[in-house]
């Protein structure tokens, strides 16, 4: 059987199950979704044993309790919802800042220069180029700080097996979290069984590393952001990010409340784009971000404002 068709029941079952719980939370239930594992769903050839055990298969395939794949993953890089009252300064926004700096022209300098502010101010990573990533992990050498690198940056459309290189490479060079760009012209087109080979690719790549799956919100309808969201749950991601801050439009805070409901609390939720102010910053994490991905970070923590794009 052709791997579309294998996946095609299961991923139509994802989108069925979101939509469900986002339903029946309108409508004020507590448990609006169906019991996990569900008996209808079959696994994946090669995982039929696993599936059926009282734990989620190690591997990357889809497999029917999706529900608590990366949940261990995903706690320990942060996903642990956020409780907004608990952030009462701009300063205690730092620890959820992916301190960012993705320009295409950036230097050695530069790069330097963020790394040592984030050490600064306890910001929780530095977010950069996979080129720049070996530059940043020296900086950040011994502190909490940890550097991430992005792939598939920032359109998506490379081949899996070119996502997965990028992301060996850039742990090789010292990067400890990957932010992964969804083949987004795949989501659009439906062919969900090339979504998961690309995030499935990556996250295999970097084990035991945590990976984001940065959506592109901006160019996706609601119904995409949903399936997007779920598949990235599905294929091992310990989170959903919202935009590369490249592709036209930025995080809101709807499209980061709808990725949290979809993904539940195992899997973190990152904003991105356009984030500048505390005031921004606080409106994502109410609205369910438990990481800020920012280059107007030390404005954000100062009280001040940037115009960076990003």
């Known amino acids: 059987m052709a791997q579309s068709e294998e996946l095609g029941p299961v991923v139509e079952e994802i989108a069925d199950r979101v939509r469900r719980r986002l339903q029946a939370a309108r409508m004020g239930r507590e448990e609006p979704c169906a019991p996990s594992p569900a008996p209808a769903l079959a696994a994946p050839t090669g995982n039929r044993e696993a599936a059926a055990g009282p ?15 990366a949940t261990v993953l995903g706690v320990r890089s942060g996903a642990a919802r956020i409780a907004p009252e ?8 730092a620890p959820y ?9 950036a230097t050695r300098e530069e790069v ?19 080129a720049n990533v070996g530059t940043a992990a020296r900086i950040l050498a011994g502190s909490n700080t940890i550097p991430i690198a992005v792939v598939g940056f920032p359109i998506g459309a490379a081949l899996p097996s070119a996502k997965a290189f990028e992301a060996r490479e850039a742990i090789r060079c010292g990067a400890r979290e990957i932010d992964m760009v969804i083949n987004i012209g795949a989501l659009k087109g439906k062919d969900y ?21 940065i959506l592109e919100t901006s160019k996706l309808t609601r119904e995409e952001k949903i399936v997007g969201s779920a598949l990235a749950k599905a294929a091992g991601a310990a989170f959903v990010k919202t935009s590369t801050g490249f592709g036209g439009g930025g995080a809101t805070a709807e ?56």
């Open 112 to 130: 330097v220069k963020l790394a040592e502010e984030a050490r600064r101010f306890g910001f929780a990573t530095v977010c950069v180029n996979s």
């Open 255 to 310: 499209d980061v409340a709808l990725m949290r409901s979809v993904v539940g609390d195992d899997v973190g939720v990152k904003a991105s784009g356009g984030i500048r102010t505390s005031e921004d910053a606080m409106k994502m994490i109410g609205a369910g971000a438990n990481r800020i991905g920012a280059s107007a970070s030390v404005a954000i923590v100062t009280g001040g404002k940037a115009t960076a794009s990003y």
């Open 97 to 105: 800042i992916d301190h960012t700096l993705l320009k295409p022209d």
């Open 193 to 213: 069984a090339l979504v998961i080979k690309d995030i499935c690719s990556v996250v295999d790549a970097a084990k035991p590393h945590p990976v984001k799956v």
């Open 55 to 69: 734990d989620c298969t190690p591997s990357c395939d889809v497999c029917p309790i999706i529900d608590s794949c």
């Open 86 to 93: 608990v952030i009462r300064t701009s300063a205690d926004i």
